[in-house]
């Protein structure tokens, strides 16, 4: 593959990799590059139009919601409706899944998406990087009914592709079909994404942290071990640096690139975590692992919990392999359940 591929032609030349594909995932990759196109176009506007501040809602969850939460919500829900390219959708902003039916009333697709519109929204107002996560599964209920929530509880594991949107300096579609990750940059000048980071890799060792050192007294005790390992670390003369963004996409994209963790634990104010299983930590996982990274929940691998419920939180310890792995030792050291 030569280095200035669009992200269209990829699309092509790698839709051959999947055996018996009838170019239904290809279709659905395509569908997310138009309504990323659309959002970032929106995004960039911010400050310029009645874009910006809170929709006046609060989602299932209990977060206010920002305008650009229910516009990156729409963009998306309608782009993937209208083509009708899955069967369902799950989203961070939505009450329930939603059942897209075909205009005969069947749909015949077998895919389904779940996704976080816009990650990172109380960065918006600020000018800060926020961004769109997506993750695709395979249906697990006959095809041509309505799906259930039973498509959407399926292990991270069996992901077939999951991917992100990073509206920043440059804006970067980022995706994974299980063969590695790719980064494309938009060209906004004539709206198409280039194939600028082939074969993307987190560095086995990294020297980057990324947590809300905030909630610190919150925390459980094995995070504060690793936070001492790090100063201990830096007083032997190892050089670390903390940095958080406050939207996991970007500091995701930050620390795959450069090498670091990202770390949101349990805290007593936050007892499961903040971040959602099915919308941000399953799809972050498969990239992390796909990119030569490891994504766990202090003690399990993300991709190998079986969810129970669409909006799940769980805790979320990603990034380079040897940095997740001394974390996790530490973890080891105390019960999953101690009572902080
Ligand atoms: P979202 O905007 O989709 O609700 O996600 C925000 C998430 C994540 O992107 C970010 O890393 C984290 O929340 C920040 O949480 P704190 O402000 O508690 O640090
Ligand atoms: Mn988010
Ligand atoms: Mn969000």
Redesign the pocket.
Known sequence: MKKHSTLGEFIINNQKDFQGSTGELSRLINAIRLAAKVVNHEVNKAGLVDILGAAGETNIQG?EQQKLDVYANDIFMQTLTNRQIVCGIAS?EEDDFVVIKGNNGKNDNKYILLM?P?????NVDVNVSVGTIFSIYERVTPTGEPVTQDDFLQKGDKQVAAGYVVYGTSTMLVYTTGKGVNGFTLNPAIGTFYLSHPNMEFPKKGNIYSI?EANYVHFPQGVKDYLKYIQNQVEKGHKYTSRYI???VS?FHRNMIKGGIYI?PTSTRAPKG??RLLYECNPMAFLAEQANGLATDGYQRILDIQPTELHQRVPFFCGSSSMVTTIKELMSAYPEDADY
């Not at 816009?118 to 109380?122: H, I, R, T, V």
Request: negative net charge; hydrophobic residues 20%.
């Open positions: 977060e961070e976080d816009l990650d990172g929204s109380s809300n406050g939207s996991l500091d949101y903040k971040l």
